[in-house]
């Protein structure tokens, strides 16, 4: 079935730094893909859905400038995250469906951020 | 989207079945119920979904109402790994992709 891999699956980095997360799908194309976030004992919460080639729709109160997505092919969308800070510390997961073949949405296996 | 509404947690002994139930009572007539979960420091798993007919695969069955009003994951026989909390999302059926509205779904333990 329809595999979607993230990477890193882990990450510590000073303050002030930026991180560059993968989410790809592996084995089918993928024009939209879907990150979410989620603080420890809390649930998934969408920040921003990604387009193959164009903008990505950001949801409300999630700044554009700081959480930074290209998906500039069929099954690599990437989230940046520009001058990180201990607050941005969070467990990040994308998702992507191949919805030609009627497929359910699948998970990448997320990555765990940490910002000293 | 339909709101869902699940107990916070649930106890199951390992080896009976895990009966999980979700309301979903403002559900529309195009929208499905999906079941994914989350194991400890995972992403989301895809577990099974339906419209209005009951549904089995390898790893679950899904029971829906005859009003759609609510539905029952039923894992048959529960084991340690089935631990997790347990997410039912309602969604429009169709083609394209749609995002996912995950609510806090049910921690379901799984005691020896």
């Known amino acids: 079935g329809a595999v979607v891999s993230q990477h890193p699956s882990w990450v510590i980095c000073k303050s002030g730094t930026s991180v560059k997360i993968e989410c790809r799908s592996l084995?089918?194309?993928?024009?939209?893909m879907f990150w979410y976030r989620q603080f420890p004992k809390q649930s998934l919460m969408l920040m921003a859905t990604s387009n193959e080639g164009s903008k990505a729709t950001y949801e409300q109160g999630v700044e554009k400038d700081k959480f930074l997505i290209n998906h500039a092919s069929l099954t690599l969308s990437t989230l940046t995250v520009t001058s990180a800070h201990p607050e941005d510390s969070s467990f990040y997961i994308c998702?992507?469906?191949?919805?030609?073949?009627?497929?359910?949405?699948?998970f990448g296996d997320g990555t765990r951020l940490s910002i000293l | 989207d339909a709101k869902t509404t699940q107990p916070p947690s649930m106890d199951c002994a390992e080896g009976r079945a895990a009966n999980l139930p979700c309301n979903h009572s403002?559900?529309?007539?195009?929208?499905?119920v999906y079941w994914y979960r989350q194991i400890h420091s995972q992403g989301p798993q895809y577990i099974i979904h339906?419209?209005?007919n009951n549904e089995t695969n390898e790893m679950a069955s899904l029971i829906i109402t005859e009003d759609r009003k609510s539905s029952t994951l039923i894992l048959p026989h529960a084991t340690l790994r089935d631990t997790a909390v347990y997410y039912c999302?309602?969604?429009?059926?169709?083609?394209?992709?749609?995002?996912?509205?995950f609510g806090k779904g049910t921690k379901l333990s799984v005691i020896p």
């Open positions: 999302i309602v969604r429009p059926s169709g083609a394209g992709s749609y995002q996912l509205t």
């Open positions: 403002t559900i529309s007539g195009n929208e499905y």
């Open positions: 084995d089918f194309q993928a024009t939209t």
């Open positions: 339906g419209l209005k």
């Open positions: 998702s992507a469906r191949d919805w030609t073949a009627n497929q359910p949405q699948h």
